[in-house]
């Protein structure tokens, strides 16, 4: 789905949300493309589970992140995910059978569940103390902010 679409917002607000994170970025040595499109994640995070009992989650996640914010590839298309999954150090015909893997597909499906369950809607979110949530990629400024007025009881 096109960006402006799933935020309803112009193309331009768009590139300017997109404008912040790649400032934010580059503040801080990262290379960043704004994907053009907000993928559907469903079979990275099922890709992930598997990963995970692999031991090889967190090189998994790396070339998901290098992809879709360096590389600006659709995490939703097999190739991508099949690619990844190599890049990983993974092999890549058991990882994408592993998409079909119902142990996989429930440990998703959980996860999303309560997500939703406890309001969760976007990411990344921060719950603090287990009441607070800090929805959005935020500045570090205002994410200290935040948690200070949470510290001193001002939330």
């Known amino acids: 789905m096109p960006l402006s679409e799933y935020f309803g917002a112009s193309r331009e607000r768009v590139a300017t949300m997109q404008e912040g994170l790649r400032a934010r970025a580059a503040d801080l040595g990262l290379p960043f493309q704004s994907p053009e499109i907000l993928s559907n994640t469903r079979k990275a995070h099922i890709l992930s589970e598997y990963s995970r009992d692999l031991g090889k989650l967190e090189e998994l996640h790396r070339e998901l992140f290098r992809a879709n914010f360096v590389e600006g590839l659709n995490l939703g298309d097999d190739a991508v995910l099949r690619e990844m999954a190599a890049r990983a150090g993974l092999d890549p015909d058991e990882a994408m059978a592993a998409l079909e893997e119902p142990r996989y597909v429930e440990r998703v499906e959980a996860a999303f569940g309560r997500s939703r369950q406890i309001g969760i809607t976007g990411v990344p979110?921060?719950?603090?103390?287990?009441?607070?949530?800090?929805v959005g990629a935020h500045p570090f400024d205002a994410l200290r902010d935040a948690f200070r007025r949470i510290a001193a009881g001002e939330a």
């Open 125 to 134: 979110t921060f719950i603090v103390e287990g009441k607070y949530m800090i």
